[in-house]
């Protein structure tokens, strides 16, 4: 019967001498999971040149909205002259009108979103 070993496998042979460049490394296996992802109240607080950066976005997306606004109205007014002209009481609204409705709806979720994130107007003590 020949003799068992858990390190160096069956025989009464020796284990091979293994030098420091040939040497085995162990890499275990990953660990597969998801990483948590931590609740919105725990978001790390925002430093003072975030807040500031995100009052110059703010002011920009209020001036782009307002912007897309004066757009639409102008394009509106010309879209029903037109369709009273026309006489075409159900005439499908162009596609400029809705793609202009849907920057301007676009604009206002960053608004939301940004507002939501550093705070909202006339909140600027917030300095952390």
Not at 60 to 78: H, M, Q, S, V
């Amino acid at each position: 019967m020949s003799v068992i070993s858990r390190e160096f496998g069956s025989g009464n042979t020796s284990a091979p001498a293994v030098g420091a460049a040939t040497a085995a490394v162990f890499s275990p296996t990953p660990r597969v999971g998801s990483v948590p992802v931590p609740p919105r109240d725990c978001v790390r607080p925002a430093h003072s040149a975030d807040i500031a950066q995100s009052r110059l976005f703010e002011d920009l997306l209020l001036g782009e909205i307002a912007e897309l606004r004066d757009l639409l109205t102008g394009a509106e007014l010309r879209w029903r002259r037109l369709r009273d002209r026309s006489r075409v009481a159900e005439a499908p609204v162009p596609e400029a009108l809705l793609r202009l409705r849907a920057r301007i709806a676009e604009a206002e979720r960053l608004l939301v979103q940004l507002r939501s994130r550093f705070g909202g107007e006339g909140d600027s003590l917030r300095v952390i």
